[in-house]
């Protein structure tokens, strides 16, 4: 596809259920982020990938909180026993790079999963 | 440590009128600074940004914004707003060294009246 895919688009769960969220970056972009925005608010950094290689963790809320990236391409945040406070839009984004991260690449947006815990 | 501000978290102009939307930032080493667009049920889109070059960058949809080192500020600003841009518009600063030390203010929502 031409941009960076999310799925599934919503998602409603139990409290205490276990989720998983998908992200297709866009084809050959190296650099990989997932974010959590609340309600009114930007959002946050939760966890930056190159290529398979977590580099950045420093953003997950607790350990329930999961990501991999195992082939370098999609990417899979999984939130284990689901809290009401992990409510949000989980957006990921995706950018190209040709030297390791300096900060200044454009970063490309999915349209995010909003997750709804009830 | 770095950070962003944006001062209003509402704004609404007439249609036709110009538009400032206000943005400071902290940063202690040389930041990159992006301005980004959500429009609702849409993800974030990249407006401009500002990486050490030209300190006056222009953007899409007609949008320019100014880096002022000396106030630290990155407002974005369009001469003649459009009812398509009534949307939440992000600030957002980066520290050049680094990929993923990424801040997001917390948003402006822009309504554009008829």
């Known amino acids: 596809g031409a941009g960076v895919s999310q799925s599934p688009r919503y998602k409603v769960a139990k409290r205490g259920q276990d989720v998983a969220l998908r992200c297709d970056p866009i084809?050959?972009?190296?650099?990989l982020f997932w974010y959590q925005q609340a309600l009114g608010q930007g959002p946050e950094f939760l966890t930056y990938?190159?290529?398979?290689?977590?580099?950045?963790k420093s953003g997950l809320p607790s350990d329930r909180f999961f990501a991999e990236r195992p082939e370098g391409s999609v990417s899979t945040l999984k939130i284990q026993r689901t809290q009401q406070e992990d409510s949000a839009v989980y957006l990921c984004?995706?950018?190209?790079?040709?030297?390791?991260?300096?900060?200044?690449?454009?970063?490309?947006f999915g349209p995010g999963t909003r997750l709804l815990v009830l | 440590a770095q950070s962003v501000t944006q001062l209003d978290s509402h704004v609404s102009v007439s249609e036709g009128t110009p538009v400032l939307l206000r943005c400071n930032y902290s940063?202690?080493?040389?930041?990159?600074l992006f301005w980004y667009v959500q429009h609702p049920n849409k993800g974030l889109q990249l407006l401009l940004k500002?990486?050490?070059?030209?300190?006056l960058v222009k953007g899409i949809n007609g949008f320019e914004a100014e880096f002022k080192k000396s106030e630290t500020s990155f407002h974005l600003t369009k001469p003649s707003a459009h009812m398509s841009d009534a949307a939440e518009y992000f600030c957002?600063?980066?520290?050049?060294?680094?990929?993923?030390?990424?801040?997001f203010g917390s948003g402006t929502r822009l309504s554009i009246r008829p």
């Open positions: 957002v600063v980066t520290l050049y060294s680094s990929a993923s030390k990424i801040i």
């Open positions: 500002y990486t050490s070059a030209a300190t």
């Open positions: 984004a995706s950018s190209q790079i040709s030297r390791p991260g300096t900060g200044s690449e454009t970063q490309y």
């Open positions: 940063s202690s080493y040389s930041p990159s």
């Open positions: 990938f190159q290529n398979e290689a977590q580099l950045d």
């Open positions: 084809s050959g972009h190296v650099s």
